[in-house]
């Protein structure tokens, strides 16, 4: 832990020479995109392997789920057999148990797919795990063994596989409530009816900051970033909730089960947090200054949701370094090494920078590296830097300054072209420019090459002086 100085040029292990840049702030505001349609895990088509157990009791059954973008929950479904004659209520549940919102469904068909709408839609937040149940007073109900010794995974909606820690196919005997129980990883067919919110364009540019620039031109490294020397840290003893507009939390060890900002302009600085921080609102906003981040073996994002402000800090553990759903600003810091699980029960895919879509990004003068190796099970690094137009379209991104570490991974930059995602065929406003590519022993960056899946011909997108780090051009592929 410590640093305070970026080395003169030359004397980095990478020794690379860029210029330095002045810290820029952004501004979160913004206007809406165009309304998103909603989605479950399954389709109608989706039929349970078996449709009728043999069991007569009243139950509560539920799913627990989470969604890469935040959005409102509208309503319950799940699949019914003739002999589950109810009545049936639907709930939706925080992962503490905490009830909020309930429906009696009616209009139900004899058997299938039945739905039911709450009398107004509960917004929830992304990369927040819930749960999603029903009542049936009848028993007869759909199940699978071990339909969740596998993630179940429908666009930004994300069922976990079970673990101890974590349980997923969750069950509850007698007059209802949150269920708790679970037994081989049972999928019992409960499905939920989910809306994403519109991505958001910011209204306004990055503006320069009152902050100092680094000095001298090194690559940011666990050297340069993370907590200054001399910093006295003591416990962070308040809520691990953050509720509160503008609070600053300076000179911490913050020791949380989950660090979630619902506050506008939140600021860890000078701090050590030992789990993953969140967005957990819409208009939530977050700064990690002169930080570090040790997330851990989490599926988190060490630093994940939307308008986030990331500077000279040192990120580490969590799926991706840093996760950004819109409006983000990532300078002067150092991410690496992400979490695998090579025992889980699907491969994770590690990016040191991730977005699935969104608008408003800048990515300056930090130092990204996916170090995590392939596993068996089909786990590993995508790239350092991935673009993917999954849930929103790829626009507005700045790219420069950077340095791209060698990485295990198919390639160092992937840049948002991608056709076969439903929104990947027309990223714009990409701009990628001044980076330096590091060879690695193959020669190539990453497992394939240096770079992949920028468009040329979008609008506003620019290729501009990416290098290698021993010389020569870096082209786009």
Request: net charge negative; hydrophobic share 35%; charged share 15%.
């Amino acid at each position: 832990m410590g640093r305070r100085r970026f080395l003169p040029a030359g004397v980095a292990v990478i020794g690379f020479v860029a210029a330095a840049f002045g810290v820029v702030t952004q501004s979160f505001a913004g206007t809406a995109g165009a309304a998103e349609q909603a989605v479950s895990l399954w389709s109608d088509a989706d039929v349970p392997g078996t449709v009728d157990v043999d069991d007569a009791q009243p139950v509560e059954l539920g799913t627990r789920f989470r969604a890469d973008r935040g959005g409102d929950v509208t309503g319950v479904r799940f699949y019914k057999s003739a002999a589950n004659t109810g009545p049936h209520t639907g709930s939706l549940w925080e992962e503490d148990g905490t009830l909020l919102a309930t429906v009696t469904f009616g209009g139900e068909t004899a058997s299938g797919w039945q739905n039911a709408t709450f009398a107004a839609p509960v917004t929830i937040a992304a990369d927040r795990f819930y749960v999603v149940s029903y009542h049936t007073t009848a028993g007869h109900y759909s199940a699978d063994n071990n339909g969740f010794a596998q993630a179940r995974d429908a666009g930004p909606l994300h069922a976990p596989a079970s673990t101890p820690e974590r349980p997923n196919g969750l069950y509850r005997y007698g007059s209802g409530g949150f269920p708790t129980s679970t037994w081989a990883a049972t999928n019992y067919w409960v499905d939920v009816t989910f809306v994403p919110s519109a991505v958001t364009t910011p209204s306004a540019s990055p503006s320069p900051s009152v902050s100092p620039p680094p000095t001298g031109g090194a690559f940011p490294d666990a050297g340069n970033t993370g907590v200054p020397d001399g910093v006295q840290l003591t416990p962070y003893t308040g809520s691990c909730s953050f509720r509160t507009d503008n609070q600053v939390i300076d000179g911490k060890i913050v020791d949380c089960a989950d660090i979630l900002v619902y506050a506008r302009n939140v600021t860890f600085r000078n701090s050590v947090l030992n789990r993953a921080v969140m967005t957990n609102a819409a208009d939530a906003s977050v700064s990690v200054v002169d930080s570090e981040v040790r997330a851990g073996a989490t599926t988190w994002a060490g630093v994940g949701g939307s308008n986030l402000t990331v500077l000279r800090s040192e990120i580490t553990g969590g799926q991706h370094s840093v996760r950004c759903d819109g409006n983000c600003l990532v300078q002067d810091s150092y991410l690496h090494d992400q979490f695998n699980d090579p025992d889980s029960a699907f491969g994770y895919h590690n990016n040191a920078f991730l977005t699935n879509g969104g608008s408003g990004m800048v990515v300056r003068h930090n130092t990204l590296w996916c170090s995590p190796p392939d596993n068996a099970i089909g786990g590993g690094c995508t790239a350092d830097l991935a673009l993917f137009g999954d849930f929103a379209p790829v626009e507005n991104v700045t790219v420069e300054d950077n340095y791209l570490h060698a990485t295990p991974g198919g390639f160092c930059g992937s840049f948002g072209y991608n056709p076969g995602k439903a929104f990947g065929d027309n990223p714009t406003g990409v701009v990628v420019r001044g980076n330096v590519f590091g060879r690695g022993a193959n020669g190539r960056c990453g497992g394939v090459g240096p770079t992949t899946s920028f468009l040329g011909t979008g609008a506003g997108n620019e290729w501009a002086a990416n290098t290698w780090d021993d010389g020569g051009a870096v082209d786009p592929q």
